[in-house]
């Protein structure tokens, strides 16, 4: 081989592989302008998916992990959960079910901005959602009897929620303060001017002692 067929070569292949990237990116961009309207669709059932996003937020497909974030961003950007509780991909021509082991994203940081009734605590979930608590976006604590702990999940859209990673929890709990609630002292946190009860504030003093 010539070395102008050799660098010609190379260029073919250089191009190739950018052109790879791009669609990579161009997936990410589109996954990154925000979720499809799903809400709005209403396609045939086509069947069940052997997809399953584990309680870590991980996306399994064939019980293999999928690696590429962009295109876990892009199938995030079409899920819904519909009121028969099941999680579904949904596109304008169809829909299918996946399974969820807990709730489909985790939230894995998060900002506190303002005081008092101004303020606000934004979540940056998995797959790049940013959400601000708040009476449009509820947080909700339930309580884990094997552990004696707490998960806090937070709504994201629709009827996906995000479950708050445990470092995040701390650091959500670390903003909380004695509120009173319909005439009982509860330990919560403020965000947009809604009051999300954590737990009952002597029941918090108990598991402190």
């Not at 669609?23 to 709005?40: C, D, T």
């Not at 596109?91 to 807990?102: F, H, L, Q, S």
């Not at 797959?127 to 339930?142: I, T, Y």
Request: glycine fraction near 10%; hydrophobic fraction near 40%.
């Amino acid at each position: 081989m010539t070395e102008h067929s050799e660098h010609r070569q190379q260029s073919l292949t250089t191009a190739t592989e950018a052109r790879g990237l791009e669609a990579l990116i161009s997936r990410a961009a589109r996954a990154g302008k925000g979720a499809a309207p799903v809400e709005r669709w209403n396609p045939d059932f086509c069947g069940d998916l052997d997809m399953e996003i584990k309680a870590d937020g991980t996306w399994f497909y064939l019980g293999t992990p999928i690696g590429r974030m962009p295109l876990v961003q892009l199938f995030s950007s079409v899920l819904r959960k519909d009121a028969d509780g099941r999680t579904y991909l949904v596109t304008p021509v169809e829909r299918v079910g996946i399974r969820v082991a807990d709730a489909p994203f985790i939230a894995v940081e998060m900002d506190v901005s303002g005081s008092g009734d101004g303020q606000i605590i934004t979540f940056r979930t998995n797959v790049g959602d940013v959400v601000e608590a708040g009476p449009e976006r509820p947080l909700r604590f339930v309580d884990e009897t094997e552990t004696g702990g707490l998960k806090p999940y937070v709504l994201v859209r629709g009827r996906l929620e995000a479950l708050v990673a445990r470092p995040v929890m701390y650091e959500l709990v670390g903003h909380g303060e004695e509120i009173e609630i319909d005439g009982k002292t509860m330990f919560a946190v403020r965000s947009k001017g809604a009051v999300f009860a954590i737990m009952p504030a002597d029941q918090l003093k108990r598991l402190s002692a």
